[in-house]
């Protein structure tokens, strides 16, 4: 079978790329090992956050990412729980506020929506938040969605406009011509002949570069989450501490936490969140738990009583610099990526995909992708070991 283009990788970067270019008149083929949703994009909170980026790259691909949601949730027949409903960042401490404002005053400067919160103001929107923080600052345009719903609804359109999804199908090879470009693959169901690949695996990224004997440096970063019962409202947006910040540009490989909590359409309360470089050890350790959970209770008192309901884990696309990478590897001429974007993937998996789409049709992207581009790793990180 010939299509267009194959993407491997069913989360929201995969099916957002096929959602694209098939409305662009593509043949496009979708391959998941497992089920659509089934890796990271299924094991997040569904953010689409402006609040945690800094002024730079990243920022306005997740501003056009979060404008391209709104888009989506008018244009889409699908209700897959968008909900624009702001976020709070709490600082525990004179320090951490300090370092808040300065913040909150570099995201003004470049358009951001943001306020530092009086005494009043805060507990206005959050009644319930521990009485003895030290600041906060809320970010208006902070969203979210139930993630696995909107991977729904993009697939689901994709295959309206003809693309083929291959789930539960593993790729098991990669071929290049002689000239080093690609010209088709082959699955447990067969072969595709095709000129092109988009590897938007995820934190499973190197490993289907590696197929086509190249290096791509994403490794898994490992998180975990616990879910509580369903309550009445009682975390009205997203709530998370101002140290997030630090563990979300860190690149250490230890343990690090920083609270995040959230409520959900469903009145499940969403509890974050940690970041370890461990490699895929799908472990739910206790510890981690516990800690999460103190750290909840530590800012919203009120969830001493409730109980969980499960806890699990999964993994973000971690790269070198935290920015994604995003275009053609050159040494593989036909062979794109579309991954690394930590824990940002559902805010940006949309506009990725987009912005990818307009550079493989010959178009000029929304954005200027040389922040992101793949070739920017040097001493051998992105290369043709064949």
Not at 204 to 210: H, L, T, Y
């Amino acid at each position: 079978m010939y299509v267009d283009a194959a993407i491997i990788g069913a989360g929201i970067v995969g099916t957002s790329c096929a959602f694209f270019l098939t409305r662009a008149g593509l043949k496009v083929a979708l391959i998941e090992r497992g089920g659509i949703a089934g890796g990271t994009s299924g094991s997040g909170e569904g953010n689409i956050l402006v609040s945690d980026k800094v002024p730079g790259p990243e920022l306005e691909l997740a501003r056009a990412g979060r404008a391209l949601w709104q888009t989506l949730a008018q244009e889409l027949s699908a209700d897959f729980e968008f909900e624009p409903k702001g976020g709070i960042v709490v600082a525990e401490n004179d320090s951490q506020y300090r370092a808040l404002q300065a913040h909150n005053l570099a995201m003004r400067e470049v358009g951001i929506e943001t306020r530092i919160l009086s005494t009043a103001e805060l507990y206005e929107l959050e009644p319930l938040l521990a009485r003895d923080v030290a600041g906060a600052a809320y970010f208006p345009q902070d969203a979210q969605v139930q993630p696995m719903l909107a991977v729904a609804a993009l697939v689901k359109h994709a295959q309206q406009d003809g693309a083929i999804l291959f789930d539960h199908t593993r790729v098991l090879a990669i071929e290049r011509n002689k000239q080093g470009a690609i010209c088709g693959l082959r699955t447990e169901q067969g072969s595709l002949t095709t000129p092109m690949i988009i590897n938007a695996a995820g934190p499973w990224s190197a490993q289907v570069a590696a197929l086509a004997g190249l290096d791509v440096p994403i490794q898994p970063r490992k998180g975990h989450i616990v879910v509580t019962e369903p309550l009445p409202l009682l975390v009205r947006h997203k709530v998370y501490e101002a140290t997030y910040f630090d563990t979300v540009n860190s690149g250490e490989a230890d343990l690090q936490i920083a609270s995040v909590v959230e409520g959900t359409k469903s009145g499940t309360i969403l509890l974050g969140s940690s970041r370890q470089l461990v490699g895929f050890d799908p472990t739910v350790e206790a510890r981690v738990i516990r800690a999460i959970i103190q750290k909840a209770v530590r800012y919203f008192p009120v969830l001493a009583s409730a109980h969980a309901l499960r806890a699990y884990v999964g993994f973000r696309p971690f790269s070198p610099d935290h920015l994604p990478l995003i275009g053609e590897v050159t040494q593989a001429p036909g062979f794109y990526l579309n991954t690394g974007h930590e824990g940002a993937g559902i805010g940006l998996g949309p506009i990725s995909g987009k912005l990818l789409s307009q550079l493989i049709l010959g178009q000029t992207p929304d954005l200027d992708l040389t922040p992101f581009q793949p070739m920017r790793f040097k001493d051998g990180t992105v290369t043709h070991s064949l």
